[in-house]
């Protein structure tokens, strides 16, 4: 492996286990990244040519010019939760989100709404960043690879998903030009109209436990701009509920080693521990 590329392999690591899964490139990197595989296959004989305005990526992984460079708004419209149980408060919540203008009005989301599953009256509340591809296909938060994985986690640790209550920061798939099943994080602006749902579902779930599954969550969750990495390990209480940051489904899908794995299931022996539910020595031991 070539020593140069080393530092650059080494943060696409870094970002992945913070939960990233696109990176933009400029015409720069893009530069970069073809002298790498060139070396790589021993190619000398082709000249590098500078991308022309009109020769930009517009493939499904690459993230359009979009109004996060806008300032935010001055505030949120209020939303109102209805009286009743808390599965008919959540679904009152679920009926505004389907038709809330400031989020509309964006023109940067997708029209699916995928809001959240589970039990409104569980213990443990998953939140992570915002739908994909399968999620939007399926209506579902984390479904695909990446909910098959957290089903796995979920059965090591005695649940299913009617016994957990999942949603979003953000409800619908951020779009794209030319999108197919590419994916990318929601802009800034995104974020901010979407999250007073959010904060609405956490009031009414009123969970024991929060596991925020990702950076962009985490950071959200815990206002705070660290890294994942510098979050997890411990509970956080921004607001009075104990908040578990904790890598997402989608990088265990690609983590080869036990330690990534094994990092992950300590925040749930973690979460179990906490909330007095019982763990034998066999789960003590996952991916030791």
């Not at 599954?213 to 510098?230: F, P």
Request: hydrophobic content about 35%; aromatic content about 6%.
């Amino acid at each position: 492996m070539s020593v140069t590329a080393q530092p650059f392999i080494e943060y696409l690591q870094q970002l992945e286990r913070q939960g990233e899964t696109h990176v933009h490139l400029d015409e720069q990197a893009t530069l970069i990244l073809r002298e790498f595989y060139k070396k790589a296959k021993g190619i000398t004989d082709a000249p590098v040519t500078k991308l022309a305005p009109d020769d930009e990526d517009t493939s499904e992984d690459s993230t359009p010019t979009s109004p996060e460079k806008a300032a935010a708004p001055a505030e949120t419209k209020p939303i109102s939760v209805a009286k009743g149980s808390k599965a008919e408060q959540i679904a009152s919540l679920k009926k505004q989100a389907a038709l809330y203008a400031p989020v509309k009005e964006l023109g940067t989301l997708r029209d699916k709404l995928v809001f959240s599953s589970g039990d409104p009256d569980a213990d443990i509340m998953l939140i992570g960043e915002c739908p994909g591809y399968h999620d939007e296909k399926a209506q579902q938060p984390f479904s695909g690879p990446a909910g098959t994985k957290l089903d796995g986690i979920l059965k090591a640790m005695g649940l299913t998903r009617d016994q957990v209550y999942i949603t979003y920061i953000v409800k619908y798939r951020p779009s794209m030009e030319n999108q197919t099943t590419g994916n990318r994080k929601p802009t800034e602006a995104e974020i901010y109209e979407n999250k007073v749902f959010v904060a609405q579902e956490i009031k009414v779930v009123s969970p024991k436990v929060i596991l925020a599954l990702g950076a962009t969550a985490s950071q959200i969750l815990l206002r705070s701009k660290e890294s994942l990495d510098s979050l997890r390990g411990e509970f956080h209480k921004p607001f009075g509920i104990p908040i578990r940051a904790t890598y997402p489904p989608s990088y265990l899908l690609n983590a080869e080693g036990k330690s990534d794995k094994r990092q992950v299931w300590e925040d749930m022996l973690a979460t179990m521990e906490l909330l007095d539910m019982p763990t034998t020595e066999k789960q003590k031991g996952y991916f030791l």
